[in-house]
């Protein structure tokens, strides 16, 4: 009985004819494949792009209601912890701490015809990557 060392299996060629592919052919490619998808993910993970981290700052708001009955408040923050409570004696009574510049809050107040709009962002700043705080 004749033993089969290497299975064969025929494909096309670019002139139409059939010819055979060895698997050891296939196996060179999937390693060549893999070798290549390592060393793109390698390639990747040294061009990690960091934003750098300063001092925790604390800055502290108040706004009074002026002239408004109404108050439409609009709150826009991306990333961190947000703790909302009521009780004021104002408006708005607010301490907020950040560590990254960019990430300082905006607080704009308007009134008009007795209707207030608070708003209180988070900007996105020019943040290009992971912060990195060493």
């Not at 096309?12 to 010819?19: E, L, M, Q, V």
């Not at 050891?24 to 390592?38: A, M």
């Not at 604390?58 to 009521?86: K, Q």
């Not at 701490?97 to 709009?117: F, I």
Request: with cysteine.
């Amino acid at each position: 009985m004749k033993q089969l060392t290497q299975t064969q299996v025929t494909g096309s060629s670019s002139d139409g004819t059939r010819a055979p592919i060895s698997s050891g052919n296939h196996q060179r490619r999937s390693s060549i494949t893999w070798l290549l998808s390592g060393l793109l993910l390698a390639a990747l993970a040294c061009n990690v792009v960091t934003t750098k981290v300063g001092a925790l700052q604390t800055d502290t708001h108040t706004i009074e209601p002026a002239d408004a009955t109404e108050v439409r408040v609009t709150v826009n923050m991306g990333v961190g912890e947000l703790n909302l409570s009521g009780g004021a004696e104002s408006l708005l009574q607010a301490d907020f701490s950040y560590n990254v510049a960019d990430w300082k809050p905006e607080l704009d107040y308007q009134v008009t015809n007795n209707n207030g709009r608070l708003r209180v962002e988070q900007p996105s700043g020019n943040i290009n990557g992971i912060p990195d705080d060493k």
